[in-house]
T-cell receptor
């Protein structure tokens, strides 16, 4: 069983809605990630937080707004999304020291449908 | 950007057969990870490899970190129906280690 927990499992939202995806891990990891995955494609990195600070933003549109309230929690705030943003959103975590042995663990994902 | 070439893209096999898939890169990686993903679920880590030449097993799964640090393979022995899914390799580059580089996936289908 994954130790990275994501909620909700499924989300349907309109293009004018504001919603949030939530992620929690209790492995003591200090790096947390958001990935986006389209059908039959590998995950694509969106954001990385290291020690609760945003360290990587892969040129993600501002309608996606990440937040890391503490070392165990990661949120992704969604506003004014487009239908093409419909995808599986994956949260992941790892140790933050960048050394070998730094394995990334994924949550089960949140299925987002924008209508 | 860095890319991983994962092959084959898909496999159709009979239950009980062995499976082999691999990933190659033009760049050096310091970690290789193999994940399995079922429909509607997140990737589940199968095997992690941290040293060149390392050979690691997890039940019927065996994976190796290539000596050149540019490739890795995953073998599954005596396949069973629950092995169906998409298998992804992923590498941690030496520069920018927080950015995993993924292969395109191998879709495994098993005929009972």
């Amino acid at each position: 069983d994954t130790e990275v927990t994501q909620t909700p499992k499924h989300l349907v939202m309109g293009m004018t809605n504001k919603k949030s995806l939530k992620c929690e891990q209790h492995m003591g990891h200090r790096a947390m990630y958001w990935y986006k995955q389209k059908a039959k494609k590998p995950p694509e990195l969106m954001f990385v937080y290291s020690y609760e600070k945003l360290s990587i933003n892969e040129s993600v549109p501002s309608r996606f707004s990440p937040e890391c309230p503490n070392s165990s929690l990661l949120n992704l705030h969604l506003h004014a999304l487009q239908p093409e943003d419909s995808a599986l959103y994956l949260c992941a975590s790892s140790r933050a020291d960048g050394s070998s042995g730094n394995t990334i663990y994924f949550g089960e994902g949140s299925w987002l449908t924008v209508v | 950007g860095q890319q991983l070439n994962q092959s084959p893209q898909s496999m159709f096999i009979q239950e009980g057969e062995d499976v082999s898939m691999n990933c190659t890169s033009s760049s050096i990686f310091n970690t290789w990870l193999w994940y399995k993903q079922d429909p509607g679920e997140g990737p589940v880590l199968l095997i992690a490899l941290y040293k060149a030449g390392e050979l690691t097993s997890n039940g019927r799964l065996t994976a190796q970190f290539g000596i050149t640090r540019k490739d890795s393979f995953l073998n599954i022995s005596a396949s069973i129906p629950s092995d169906v899914g998409i298998y992804f390799c992923a590498g941690r580059p030496i520069q920018g280690a927080q950015k995993l580089v993924f292969g395109q996936g191998t879709r495994l289908t098993i005929n009972p």
